[in-house]
């Protein structure tokens, strides 16, 4: 399946590159939103992504475009304020989701529906992958992972079976024990039985929720006055972390409700655009699957 960028419309919406000035695409991916960007007015760009690959193909799809690239995670706020070099920005998108290239490429092992080594970084460098957290993680850990990122209430019979089974070397074996594991009318419902700990496994290993409220807030500090921050997520507790983190930025006093003023000095950054998040059209969920999952939140600096 070729990559289709997720919420396209929605995002240019939200962004207006046509005010021209320098954007973030903190999550730069198969690049279709940064050529989006750059095509509508942007004078600049930043490009960032962890994946190495994902950095290889946007340089080549944007070749001629006003564009910087940054190899890091986007939480690594010290790198993108060093490549910013002081200047604010006019628009960031976060598109926090698993991109298409990666999920096709068998070898990286995100897939529960095709045979690959357990893998699942988005970032090939880096030390930790599914491998040593399904063959090394105790079952108490891998339970909480499995509950906590993947809202499975099966966890504590999914890790039973997978320390059971060790070990595990590839993501048909992994599926095969989840699904074994799972009672058989559980099985009948909500799609492929391992959907849910493969998220988990996956958010545990690229360490997705460590820090996003936190980024998202300093993101917004690197906006122009009016500038925007598009955020789309793909799973409940990434959608939480967004509407959490925005609400933080609208209304950050800390002073007890008592207070009858604010003594705490925290003033708001701005405010949420969007009370509840843009979903998909019904003919982006039926052109692009992936979609249907998707949640698009908007903040607006002053």
Do not use: W
């Not at 893998?119 to 509950?147: C, F, G, Q, T």
């Not at 039926?286 to 908007?298: C, D, G, Q, T, V």
């Amino acid at each position: 399946m070729s990559h289709i960028s997720v919420l396209l419309p929605e995002c240019m919406e939200a962004l207006l590159p046509s005010r021209g000035g320098l954007f973030i695409d903190a999550t730069a991916g198969g690049g279709g939103h940064s050529e989006a960007i750059l095509k509508g007015g942007a004078g600049g760009l930043l490009a960032i992504d962890k994946d190495g690959d994902a950095i290889e193909r946007c340089s080549i799809r944007l070749a001629g475009y006003p564009v910087e690239f940054l190899r890091t995670d986007y939480k690594d706020l010290d790198a993108v304020r060093e490549a910013l070099g002081g200047r604010k920005v006019q628009g960031i998108l976060m598109d926090l989701g698993v991109s298409s290239f990666q999920l096709d490429e068998e070898e990286r092992g995100f897939s529960y529906s095709r045979k690959a080594p357990l893998d699942m970084r988005m970032d090939k460098s880096a030390p930790l992958s599914a491998k040593e957290v399904v063959n090394e993680y105790s079952e108490e850990d891998l339970k909480k992972i499995i509950y906590q990122y993947g809202e499975e209430k099966f966890a504590p019979r999914i890790a039973r079976a997978i320390v059971k089974a060790r070990p595990l070397e590839d993501t048909e074996q992994l599926a095969n024990v989840i699904r074994d594991a799972i009672p058989a009318p559980a099985r009948r419902q909500g799609g492929n039985p391992a959907k849910r700990t493969f998220q988990a496994i996956r958010i545990e290993v690229n360490k997705e929720l460590e820090g996003l409220e936190e980024a998202i807030g300093e993101y917004i500090d690197l906006l122009e006055s009016g500038g925007r921050l598009a955020i789309i997520s793909f799973h409940s507790l990434e959608d939480r972390a967004v509407k959490n983190a925005m609400r933080t930025a609208e209304d950050p006093c800390t002073c007890p409700k008592e207070f009858p003023v604010c003594i705490c000095g925290k003033k708001p950054k701005g405010k949420a655009l969007t009370r509840k998040p843009i979903l998909p059209s019904e003919k982006e969920m039926e052109e692009n699957p992936r979609s249907k999952s998707a949640k698009l939140r908007i903040f607006e600096h002053i």
